[in-house]
């Protein structure tokens, strides 16, 4: 009978072996796996934007009518009043979700900023957490219209582009690509 058994447990030179391993290994992907969280965040909220944006404009529509009737409100509201009403902005200005939506709107159209993440939070950089948007109001065109003034058109899907919710920018980019951001986008 030998006088010394083989132990069946780890050593603390191996120990420290594996814990050695498993530092390198998460050091490594932390970063890429951060990057990743950072951009799904990025993403879905861009799309959440579009989507708020849109359902407020279609809300003004069936409150209000069609835009081009907008300037002659019996309410005397003007086209800004009447979609941030129904941003439903609480009283620190931000929506229910923590978005902060600005709005800017004329006769002929309103233009969007949305901070998905709200102005105090990181990065605010256009592109990232800050993403522009347009609504271009249809006018009545007559016959007599002059080409100049006829409502503009996507020249290759030959659709109008009035009276929805067009994305700019980055946020154009990444609808484009069904809301998901390109290394090279995200490098921008």
């Known amino acids: 009978m030998s006088m010394f058994k083989k132990s069946k447990a780890f050593t603390l030179a191996e120990l420290a072996l594996v814990m050695l391993i498993i530092g390198i290994i998460s050091m ?6 951060r990057k990743f969280i950072f951009r799904s965040q990025f993403e879905r909220g861009a799309q959440k934007a579009y989507l708020t944006i849109n359902e407020a404009f279609d809300e003004a529509v069936v409150i209000y009518g069609s ?3 907008w300037k002659s409100n019996p309410d005397g509201k003007s086209p800004t009043d009447m979609i941030t009403e129904q941003l439903k902005l609480q009283s620190n200005g931000l929506t229910e979700d923590g978005m902060k939506i600005d709005v800017n709107c004329s006769d002929s159209g309103c233009d969007f900023t949305a901070d ?5 939070k990181e990065p605010n950089i256009d ?14 065109e007559t016959k007599d ?7 503009p ?3 290759e899907t030959g659709i109008a582009l009035t009276d929805k919710v067009l994305p700019q920018g980055v946020a154009e980019k990444l609808m484009q690509n069904n809301w ?3 290394d090279e986008l995200w490098n921008q």
Request: hydrophobic residues 30%.
């Open 28 to 33: 490594l992907t932390v970063p890429t796996l």
């Open 67 to 69: 835009p081009h009737k």
């Open 116 to 120: 998905i993440n709200g102005p105090k």
């Open 127 to 140: 592109g990232k957490d800050i993403f522009q948007f347009k609504i271009t109001f249809a006018q009545v």
């Open 145 to 151: 219209t002059p080409e100049d003034e006829k409502n």
């Open 153 to 155: 058109v996507d020249e």
């Open 180 to 182: 998901r951001y390109t």
